[in-house]
């Protein structure tokens, strides 16, 4: 049985807002008189929850609120969570960069962590010096980091700037030698954040890489990401933060799959005709859609599985023609995959005359994320707009579930055309 190599007991991490530090002289004087006679810090009862979308009433605010949970030797713990949820306070805390409010961490062994651009860098010294100072900080002897000073230059990809100081380099140069010193002087517990982000893609997959190795060597990873196809490939374990406390802790595709939902937005509503009206002629006007797997409706789909969506549409009007424009959206709200397709050319349709399609979209298509959708009926010309649906109004989001795969497959956006089908 694998031993366990961390520990985290009730961890809780409180900030004032507004104050560098935890408050002024006179919560400092009234801490210590507290304690002085035995008594609770009088600000632990006080607090709002850490959500970044709302006001509060309190000056004080829990980033993290009793945090419980333990990682063992060889293990490679993803974390996830929107932003603010407490990720970034979490690693810190068990990195010993900054201290918890109350409880503890227990860690054995020694922990390398790589946690913002230039962490653990001194930006006078070069490279080759900075490789030698992190190598003494984890402790290990010159011999030791002589001995791992090739392996580590040529990881990075700087050699040619290593005795230049680091206030020098780019940010995506410092995150290279930050991450090649971290994964190879041997701690037992390497902890990254989303820093390596910053890297170029060809760096990403050799980090990714990289970690799978230390732990395959027994050694254990904390990961956090957005990236949620990378914490599917590397991590067999998940943590889930939402608002400072631990959501959901144990595989990592259920703690995925949490997030994703969790992500989708609240109060869905479907549009009236009048609504229609305004962004659209309603000559002919959806009726109904659903998205559909294995002949159930459902909004979530796996990475290899084909995305189907039927749709009923009734004319409301004589129309001749009409035309169907598919588009799916990033976060950010750009197109990445569209097209627009006939349904019927140049034949009338005929008030009240109700027409039922297929659109879908191949296997592997798209990567696992959260893609919001846009569908239109328009002329044939896709001039005049005759109805639209979108995930803003009253359609959900479209979640595409990682599987298993290798961490080096090439998974991108495929700009490729829809397959439509008129139903019978």
Known sequence: MSKVVLKAINISKQYRLGQVGTGTISHDLNRWWHKARGKEDPYIQVGDTNDRSSKGSSEYVWSLKDINFEIKQGEILGIIGKNGAGKSTLLKILSQVTTATTGKVKIRG?????????????????????????????????????????????????ERYIDTPVKRYSSGMM????????????????????????????????CLGKMKDVAGEGRTVLFVSHNIQAISNLCNTGLLLNKGQIELKGNVEDCIKKYMLMS???NLKTIGLEDRLKRGSGSVIFEELKAVKNGNESWEFNYDEDINFKFKVTASADTKGLGFYLALRDPFSEEIISNFKMII???????????????SLPKKTLRPGQYGLYFTLSNSEFKIFHDVLDNNVNIPMLNINPVSMDVHENIGFVTMPFNLKIDP
Do not use: C, W, Y
């Open 345 to 359: 050319t140049e034949n009338m349709i005929a008030k009240g005359d109700s027409i039922s399609f297929t659109a």
């Open 175 to 206: 995150v290279r030698l930050g991450f090649a010193v971290a994964a190879h002087l041997e701690p037992e517990i390497l902890v990254i954040d989303e820093v390596l982000a910053v890297g170029d893609a060809e760096f990403q997959k050799k």
């Open 110 to 158: 020694r922990i390398a962590a790589l946690l913002e651009v230039g962490t653990g860098f001194h930006p006078e010294l070069t490279g080759r010096e900075n490789i030698f100072l992190n190598g003494a900080i984890l402790g290990m002897t010159k011999p030791e980091i002589t001995k791992k000073f090739d392996e580590i230059v040529d990881f990075s990809g700087v």
């Open 264 to 266: 989708r937005p609240e």
